[in-house]
T-cell receptor, first 112, second 109 residues
Framework: DAGVTQSPTHLIKTRGQQVTLRCSPI?????VSWYQQVLGQGPQFIFQ???????GRGNFPDRFSARQFPNYSSELNVNALLLGDSALYLC???????????FGSGTQLSVL | GIQVEQSPPDLILQEGANSTLRCNFS?????LQWFHQNPWGQLINLFY???GTKQNGRLSATTVATERYSLLYISSSQTTDSGVYFC???????????FGKGTMLLVSP
């Protein structure tokens, strides 16, 4: 079975641009979460979606938004990019709203 | 929110040595996960361990929920064990996780 897949793997943007990151969960998993990891730190929670509804939001500005589709895949959007948004963005899925998380390989975003 | 502290922050071992990584958390939790992040950034699940002890090959983990800590044991370390080890606990009862800052492990041949 395929694991969590994310696209693209790498992305370079300039300040002020907008970016969309994509995630496909493990088959049968209904919960998708997004995390941001900056160099030298642990991942930080951004959003959780379960059954297409937002179930949690971390301490991130409104420039960050997400959605979950009927097939449980998800997109993370970041508007008006700042240099500080440069990070590894990780998507995780789980079968239920609680339980172990399984992570994808991430999207490395560089903002110049 | 809940605080997670990991120690040591860095660890250098010779191949074949054993090690213990520690994770302390500030509030009671109903589960805990250990991950290994490889040099390519992939977070690999090691253990989902609310309490008690689990073993998987050369790795084992023990969580003592009542005392708010977990330990990850690595025996007979190999160079492929190098990377960053994270523990993470749930926030507010859902599966959103709060991570520690990690332990960076380097195993030299």
């Amino acid at each position: 079975d395929a694991g969590v897949t994310q696209s693209p793997t790498h992305l370079i943007k300039t300040r002020g641009q907008q970016v969309t990151l994509r995630c496909s969960p493990i088959s049968g998993h209904k919960s998708v979460s997004w995390y941001q990891q900056v160099l030298g730190q642990g991942p930080q929670f951004i959003f959780q979606y379960y059954e297409k509804e937002e179930r949690g939001r971390g301490n991130f500005p409104d420039r960050f938004s997400a959605r979950q589709f009927p097939n449980y895949s998800s997109e993370l959007n970041v508007n008006a990019l700042l240099l500080g948004d440069s990070a590894l963005y990780l998507c995780a899925s789980s079968p239920k709203i609680t339980g172990p998380l399984f992570f994808g390989s991430g999207t490395q975003l560089s903002v110049l | 929110g809940i605080q997670v502290e990991q120690s040591p922050p860095d660890l250098i071992l010779q191949e074949g040595a054993n090690s213990t990584l520690r994770c302390n958390f500030s509030d009671s939790v109903n589960n805990l996960q250990w991950f290994h992040q490889n040099p390519w950034g992939q977070l690999i699940n090691l253990f989902y361990i609310p309490s008690g002890t689990k073993q998987n090959g050369r790795l084992s983990a023990t969580t003592v929920a009542t005392e708010r800590y977990s330990l990850l044991y690595i025996s007979s370390s190999q160079t492929t064990d190098s990377g960053v080890y994270f523990c993470a606990v749930p926030n507010s009862g859902y599966s959103t996780l709060t991570f520690g800052k990690g332990t960076m492990l380097l195993v030299s041949p």
